[in-house]
């Protein structure tokens, strides 16, 4: 393994305040620290999600709902090296190191608040209603061009994910790149990530309306999100776009502190203009203040990349080489699901899939949308299958007439809604004269797929995977496409 260690027995016992019940490890070290399964390896510090403090969300995301820490120590027998943390007194006989706490949950945290404290490197913090992850991971890689660079892990972005993230800096690192959602950034559970993570950079991608109960409108999203800039040290850096809402906001919070306003000539010192787009491909010529290129990428979509701009003006701030920079955009690719483009042939047609299913804001649908409406025109045929956006309660009327006039503008042939919740965006529908199916489950969305499919189709699936089939539905279709292209291949082979 390339991390370096990070954490010794007696240091996890110390800061924890926990007593070992079995095989008092001296000496041992550790790689990483955990507590979603997900992230289970050897030589590796694990955290039962046990007893009062962890909220539903985390008890889910981390796969222990139900476990016991008996359950939690088979679970992790075929990993060398581990430890477990854990409130609850195992009964079997165990050859793993246990260490008994309090409170696992309160102990996650000491274990951040420690491992932050000897951190020498800087922090890039990034939040935003949507692009956080993306845009760290742009950044990430980006940074990897001039040091190795540590980056969160997955969505884990609330408070608890923060801890996460900070339990496991290497201590003598130089760049970190962390995402905070909005919650963790106003407070949650009597914990604030602003003094946790303590960054000194703090890049905005994007402000929308989302979670309305709590942030009812954008202005007051802008205002809960640019309390990560307000936050920042006297040497700290606010980096946003020039085209995102509420920049006034932002602006403000930025107050005195170094900004970089990407996009606004004389704020930034990088430019990124599409020169040419195809479906899964832009082409850019990215300019700093002494070089200019042309380069491909596989990011697509404004807001990505309006991300990409961001991550390279930060990146360019710290010292990464601009020609490495360039040569680096046409390496990286989007995660999974995320503006995901897959092309097959079926007999004589031709289909292209693009997947945004990852998760659903107003902000990505627009994004995305923009996108599909500049390539319509080379497309013959054009299914949208349309999900919900989660969090907007009360405003469905709202946010859904948008959509729906973003969705006319791009004129497909067919929508299908694949969710329950969608009257609002049904009506609006058809009120512009658009054909409109609606799908209750996997199965049935996908045989509507199917039965609409002609040649030169762009198949189109956006909405939040939560509560909903979505991810499903576009694992079924890829499947069922790259089966089809396969037996059409071997056909004609």
Same mark, same amino acid.
């Given at each position: 393994?390339?991390?370096?260690?990070?954490?010794?027995?007696?240091?996890?016992?110390?800061?924890?305040?926990?007593?070992?019940?079995?095989?008092?490890?001296?000496?041992?070290?550790?790689?990483?620290?955990?507590?979603?399964?997900?992230?289970?390896?050897?030589?590796?510090?694990?955290?039962? /999600?046990?007893?009062?403090?962890?909220?539903?969300?985390?008890?889910?995301?981390?796969?222990?709902?139900?476990?016991?820490?008996?359950?939690?120590?088979?679970?992790?027998?075929?990993?060398?090296?581990?430890?477990?943390?854990?409130?609850?007194?195992?009964?079997?006989?165990?050859?793993?190191?246990?260490?008994?706490?309090?409170?696992?949950?309160?102990?996650?945290?000491?274990?951040?608040?420690?491992?932050?404290?000897?951190?020498?490197?800087?922090?890039?913090?990034?939040?935003? %209603?949507?692009?956080?992850?993306?845009?760290?991971?742009?950044?990430?890689?980006?940074?990897?061009?001039?040091?190795?660079?540590?980056?969160?892990?997955?969505?884990?972005?609330?408070?608890?994910?923060?801890? =996460?993230?900070?339990?496991?800096?290497?201590?003598?690192?130089?760049?970190?790149?962390?995402?905070?959602?909005?919650?963790?950034?106003?407070?949650?559970?009597?914990?604030?990530?602003?003094?946790?993570?303590?960054?000194?950079?703090?890049?905005?991608?994007?402000?929308?309306?989302?979670?309305?109960?709590?942030?009812? %409108?954008?202005?007051?999203?802008?205002?809960?999100?640019?309390?990560?800039?307000?936050?920042?040290?006297?040497?700290?850096?606010?980096?946003?776009?020039?085209?995102?809402?509420?920049?006034?906001?932002?602006?403000?919070?930025?107050?005195?502190?170094?900004?970089?306003? /990407?996009?606004?000539?004389?704020?930034?010192?990088?430019?990124?203009?599409?020169?040419?787009?195809?479906?899964?491909?832009?082409?850019?010529?990215?300019?700093?203040?002494?070089?200019?290129?042309?380069?491909?990428?596989?990011?697509?979509?404004?807001?990505?990349?309006?991300?990409?701009?961001?991550?390279?003006?930060?990146?360019?701030? =710290?010292?990464?080489?601009?020609?490495?920079?360039?040569?680096?955009?046409?390496?990286?690719?989007?995660?999974?699901?995320?503006?995901?483009?897959?092309?097959?042939?079926?007999?004589?047609?031709?289909?292209?899939?693009?997947?945004?299913?990852?998760?659903? %804001?107003?902000?990505?649908?627009?994004?995305?949308?923009?996108?599909?409406?500049?390539?319509?025109?080379?497309?013959?045929?054009?299914?949208?299958?349309?999900?919900?956006?989660?969090?907007?309660?009360?405003?469905?009327?709202?946010?859904?007439?948008?959509?729906?006039?973003?969705?006319?503008?791009?004129?497909?042939?067919? /929508?299908?809604?694949?969710?329950?919740?969608?009257?609002?965006?049904?009506?609006?529908?058809?009120?512009?004269?658009?054909?409109?199916?609606?799908?209750?489950?996997?199965?049935?969305?996908?045989?509507?797929?199917?039965?609409?499919?002609?040649?030169?189709?762009?198949?189109?699936?956006?909405?939040?995977?939560?509560?909903?089939?979505?991810?499903?539905?576009?694992?079924?279709?890829?499947?069922?496409?790259?089966?089809?292209?396969?037996?059409?291949?071997?056909?004609?082979?």
């Amino acid at each position: 393994m390339s991390e370096p260690i990070l954490w010794t027995a007696e240091e996890v016992q110390r800061v924890t305040g926990g007593t070992w019940l079995e095989l008092n490890p001296q000496g041992r070290k550790y790689r990483r620290c955990t507590f979603p399964t997900k992230y289970l390896d050897s030589d590796c510090v694990v955290i039962h /999600v046990h007893g009062p403090g962890w909220p539903d969300k985390c008890i889910d995301g981390s796969h222990q709902r139900g476990m016991t820490s008996d359950d939690l120590i088979r679970r992790i027998q075929n990993y060398s090296n581990t430890m477990v943390i854990t409130s609850q007194r195992p009964t079997m006989p165990t050859g793993t190191p246990v260490l008994l706490v309090r409170s696992t949950y309160d102990a996650l945290f000491a274990l951040a608040v420690y491992q932050r404290s000897r951190y020498e490197g800087r922090i890039i913090g990034i939040t935003g %209603t949507a692009g956080k992850s993306s845009t760290r991971d742009f950044l990430a890689a980006l940074l990897d061009i001039k040091v190795p660079t540590f980056a969160s892990f997955g969505n884990w972005n609330a408070i608890e994910g923060n801890a =996460l993230s900070l339990a496991n800096l290497p201590p003598k690192g130089e760049l970190a790149v962390i995402e905070i959602s909005a919650g963790a950034i106003d407070g949650l559970r009597r914990r604030n990530s602003l003094e946790l993570v303590r960054h000194h950079d703090a890049i905005i991608t994007s402000i929308g309306v989302n979670l309305t109960s709590k942030t009812p %409108t954008a202005k007051y999203v802008a205002e809960i999100k640019s309390m990560l800039f307000s936050a920042l040290p006297d040497d700290g850096c606010a980096y946003f776009s020039s085209a995102v809402q509420e920049i006034e906001t932002l602006i403000a919070s930025a107050g005195s502190h170094k900004r970089r306003i /990407v996009g606004r000539p004389g704020e930034s010192s990088i430019s990124v203009e599409i020169v040419g787009e195809e479906l899964g491909k832009t082409h850019l010529r990215i300019s700093f203040l002494d070089y200019t290129a042309d380069v491909s990428t596989n990011i697509i979509g404004s807001g990505q990349l309006s991300n990409l701009a961001l991550a390279l003006q930060c990146a360019a701030d =710290l010292g990464a080489d601009p020609r490495k920079l360039v040569e680096k955009v046409s390496e990286i690719t989007l995660q999974k699901r995320k503006m995901e483009v897959k092309n097959y042939t079926l007999s004589d047609k031709s289909v292209h899939l693009l997947n945004d299913c990852h998760n659903a %804001t107003l902000v990505s649908f627009s994004s995305a949308l923009n996108y599909l409406d500049r390539l319509s025109r080379g497309f013959r045929n054009q299914i949208f299958v349309i999900g919900k956006i989660v969090h907007i309660e009360g405003w469905e009327k709202h946010v859904y007439e948008t959509l729906s006039h973003d969705l006319k503008r791009c004129n497909p042939k067919t /929508v299908i809604l694949f969710a329950d919740g969608l009257d609002p965006l049904e009506h609006e529908l058809k009120s512009l004269n658009m054909n409109v199916l609606r799908a209750t489950d996997a199965k049935e969305a996908l045989k509507l797929i199917r039965r609409n499919i002609t040649d030169q189709t762009l198949i189109f699936l956006k909405g939040s995977h939560r509560g909903t089939e979505m991810r499903e539905l576009g694992d079924s279709l890829q499947k069922h496409l790259r089966k089809r292209s396969v037996e059409y291949a071997s056909a004609n082979a």
